[in-house]
């Protein structure tokens, strides 16, 4: 059976600076992977690498993406067809409301993949759902995007975004950093919501504490732009207890 | 007398019958100003982007009524609507007879405007009363012959303690070349407020020169939303006096300069009375080979003590070949003062874009979202929902894209 995710031997860098050096990771459908590593080992580059980021250029390797390389699509395009990045640093945009966004995203999306707009009052019906399931004020939906929320409420938005989209490969960076224990638990609960056969979800995270509320089907260490050792849920929590320097030589 | 003014004087004298039988010998004596200093070139120092002096050089006239039913477009809802087509009153009572204005400008095109002056909106409001509804006074051109012309003067007065809220919008359509100079004049007695917002939408062919004078008066307050959209090449004359103690104004702007428009915005604010404040808030977008300026000049004379002034300029440059001029000035003869300024200029924020797309904004339409964000701090003191609307959409559509506003929600 294809995996839902196969990168092969993959290089990247930005400017002169190689950063992914040859990393190999495989997904399938309903598993849910862990990535942890050292600062700088190249986990967010991973994740932009995958959302289809430009400032990045693929020097060597292949990314498929249900069966298909996804080398030439745009980060748009890789949105239409179900992946979704979730920021270690989300961006504020003043003045566009979240709802506005929230729309202009659902509704690009159908377009690309050929399917009618959603109803004005269905839409509106289906977000402030995935509000109540985020344990949100609705009222968030007149703000500005991310606009003067802490750095809790901006992870929780991007979990919100993710209820809303319904994407099937989540790579959610750092998503646990900066939650309070009660925004971790709902940040959580959303996660887990969204788990299911068909979607597969990566978390980049340096704490077991996510792993606690979300079980990982495998762990992985990214170190030095690559894969350096892969797991089951046991490794999150030897890694904790020894840190990676133990790796390093590996 | 050279070519350009041997035309004019034959517009003139072919048209000043027509003109408003109002003080004839003024407009003889306005049009010999206009004669002597002629048009403003760049040796002059306000004028120093813009030079008129060749201008224009065909034969003008007077541009004549036309039959227009479509202005229903352009209305707003809950406005008492006052219409001007080719500067003629169609719509909505043009009170008062109007008198020549008198303009703190360059004498010789304010002569021009002098000579030729139609009348506009003259707007007064009595001491104390709060008109209930925005006064939406729309002029719009149309473009049936080349060379065509108009010359609208304004006026607004309010008595003490009274309060308006005016929407000047200016709608040129596509076709001819036209030539248009427009004034205001604007006088604020003690405490009274002026919520002005002045869209100012040309053809590409226009050149056009507006002028608007304003005095405000003891604790009075002017609030202006000023966008400019556009036109061939347009200059923008703005002189704010605080003249009585404690008076206030806020000058916040936006400006759209596409491609091939040459766009000069000329801001002036005298305190010349103490416990004045004075605020300037502009957005510029430049979106192609085109040329904006933005000068805001601000004086403080010896006796405007305790003077609160700020002026802030930002600046987002969306295509290669724009160039935007933006240059805050201030003048101090008074020691207790808090004056503050900057200026910025910048592109959009490649993560911020990236964000977007990641959610499967196209480039585009994120980039015309991420341009709706940078000017909502100016749109958002539009106190008229449909008009600002209109004004987000006509903006980003400058950008290729058409988004759904209406999923705003409200964002007070
Ligand atoms: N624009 C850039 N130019 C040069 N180097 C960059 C650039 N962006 C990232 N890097 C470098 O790439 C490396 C990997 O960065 P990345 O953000 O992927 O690390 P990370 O594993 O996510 O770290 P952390 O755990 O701190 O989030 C770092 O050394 C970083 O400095
Ligand atoms: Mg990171």
Redesign the pocket.
Known sequence: MTKLLEIENLHAR??D?E?LKGLDLSVGAGEIHAIM????????????VLAGAE?YVVTSGTIRYQGQDIAEQSAEQRAAHGIFMGF?YPVEIPGVSNMMFLKAAVNAQRKERGEPEMAANDFLAWVRHRVKQMKMDPAMLSRGVNQGFSGGEKKRNEILQMLVLEPKLMVL??TDSGLDIDALKIVSDGINAMRSPERATIL?T?YQRLLDYVQPDFVHV?AAGRIVKSGGPELARELEEKGYGWLQAA | MSDIHASWGEAFARFAGGLPAVDHAARSAAFDEFIQHGMPDDAIERWHYTDLSAFPKKPVQLATAAALGGYARWQLSGCDERIWLNARNVAGASSATASLPSLDAHAGIAGLHRAFAQPGLQLDVGPGTALARPVHALTVTTADADGEMTHLAHRISLARGAAATVILQNVGLPGATRFSTQSLTVELAEQAQLTLIRVQDESRSTTQWLQTDVNVGRDARFQLVNVDLGGKLIRNDWRVKLTGPGASTELAGLFAADARVHLDNQYEIDHIAPHGTSHQYFRGLGFGPSKAVLNGRVVVRPGAQKTDSEQRIANLMLAKGAEIDAKPELEIYADDVKCAHGASCGQLDDTAVFYLRTRGVPETQARALLTYSFINSVLERIAHAGLRTRIARQVTALLGADLDFDAIGDLS
């Not at chain 1, 590593?37 to 932009?48: E, Y």
């Open positions: 930005i400017g600076n950063i590593g050292p600062n700088g080992a190249g986990k967010s580059t991973l994740s932009k400032d270690q960076d750092e980049v340096h990214l």
